[in-house]
């Protein structure tokens, strides 16, 4: 199995439940705040997996990736944090309850 297909559900489960939160107040402005801490996850991943992989801590088998790399890091790296910058909040406002206003 590759990790593009390891990521499929995450992306998945992320599309849904951000979808599920569209009807909530302030969508908008928690796609823009989750799209700002998505970048910022994406740079913080770019310098740490790539120092990571340099220190030879860990390296990925040629056949499980894209073979599109940001750096030494596989794209598929990258994935987790967005579907995290995404999903975290959506779960949050979820769990929240609705105002009665």
């Given at each position: 199995m590759t990790y593009a297909w390891?990521?499929?559900?995450?992306?998945?489960?992320?599309?849904?439940?951000?979808?599920?939160?569209?009807?909530?107040?302030?969508?908008?402005?928690?796609?823009?705040s989750s799209a700002i801490a998505a970048a910022v996850l994406v740079v913080l991943t770019a310098v740490f997996d790539n120092a990571m992989i340099a220190a030879d801590l860990f390296t990925y088998p040629e056949d499980d990736i894209s073979g599109i790399r940001i750096g030494?890091?596989?794209?598929?790296?990258?994935?987790?944090?967005?579907?995290?910058?995404?999903?975290?909040?959506?779960?949050?406002?979820?769990l929240s309850p609705r105002s009665r206003a």
């Open positions: 390891i990521i499929l559900p995450f992306a998945a489960l992320t599309l849904a439940v951000t979808l599920a939160t569209a009807s909530r107040p302030n969508f908008g402005r928690r796609m823009v030494l890091a596989p794209i598929e790296d990258f994935s987790y944090p967005v579907c995290a910058a995404f999903l975290i909040p959506a779960v949050w406002t979820l």
